[in-house]
T-cell receptor
Framework: GAGVSQSPSNKVTEKGKDVELRCDPISGHTALYWYRQRLGQGLEFLIYFQGNSAPDKSGLPSDRFSAERTGESVSTLTIQRTQQEDSAVYLC?????????????FGSGTRLTVV | AQKITQTQPGMFVQEKEAVTLDCTYDTSDPSYGLFWYKQPSSGEMIFLIYQGSYDQQNATEGRYSLNFQKARKSANLVISASQLGDSAMYFCAMREVGGFKTIFGAGTRLFVKA
């Protein structure tokens, strides 16, 4: 597609429920990233996918968080047993290559509210 | 460990004037890239400008320029001739060359006054 697409744009869920967030990167972008942005704060790295390589999950805050990506296409971020501290905007980004001067192209994010 | 510091939580500038947003960084890697992103109220992050650690000249992109002072580990963003549409959050970021993870500062909120 023309840009990075994320869905849903907004999600309100009850504490303890599981949620699944979706990211559709720009076609041809081999690298995909998930970040979390709490209200009024900067971006916190969660996970990175590059092609068919094993993802780097070093930023995932707990084992309730997991992410998958099928080849170089769609990625899903799953949060199990959501907690109120999970409330944030979850941003997905993609880029053509890594280790270069390419900036990321970000999606509009999913605003998650856990009540 | 890499670190990005933005010490200005908020800045005000008069329309048509220039403004400088501060960014300092820390890394032990000799090769790295520095980035600035804009985040309007809509929430989407927009890539503005890139500076490589070995670039001899400061990067420029239209009204944006990056004042890169390697010895001081600073990478300030200069916006010339501010416009009302420049009101947004601005994030400084860094990535090691050959690395994959970009780290972000806490951001500076810019308010452009008419």
């Amino acid at each position: 597609g023309a840009g990075v697409s994320q869905s849903p744009s907004n999600k309100v869920t009850e504490k303890g429920k599981d949620v699944e967030l979706r990211c559709d990167p720009i076609s041809g972008h081999t690298a995909l990233y998930w970040y979390r942005q709490r209200l009024g704060q900067g971006l916190e790295f969660l996970i990175y996918f590059q092609g068919n390589s094993a993802p780097d999950k070093s930023g995932l805050p707990s084992d309730r968080f997991s992410a998958e990506r099928t080849g170089e296409s769609v990625s899903t971020l799953t949060i199990q047993r959501t907690q109120q501290e999970d409330s944030a905007v979850y941003l997905c980004a993609s880029s053509q290559v890594t280790g270069s001067h390419y900036g990321y192209t970000f999606g509009s994010g999913t605003r998650l509210t856990v009540v | 460990a890499q670190k990005i510091t933005q010490t200005q939580p908020g800045m005000f500038v008069q329309e048509k004037e220039a403004v400088t947003l501060d960014c300092t960084y820390d890394t032990s890697d000799p090769s790295y890239g520095l980035f600035w992103y804009k985040q309007p109220s809509s929430g989407e992050m927009i890539f503005l400008i890139y500076q490589g650690s070995y670039d001899q000249q400061n990067a420029t992109e239209g009204r944006y320029s990056l004042n890169f002072q390697k010895a001081r580990k600073s990478a300030n963003l200069v916006i010339s001739a501010s416009q009302l549409g420049d009101s947004a959050m601005y994030f400084c970021a860094m990535r090691e060359v050959g690395g994959f993870k970009t780290i972000f500062g806490a951001g500076t909120r810019l308010f452009v006054k008419a």
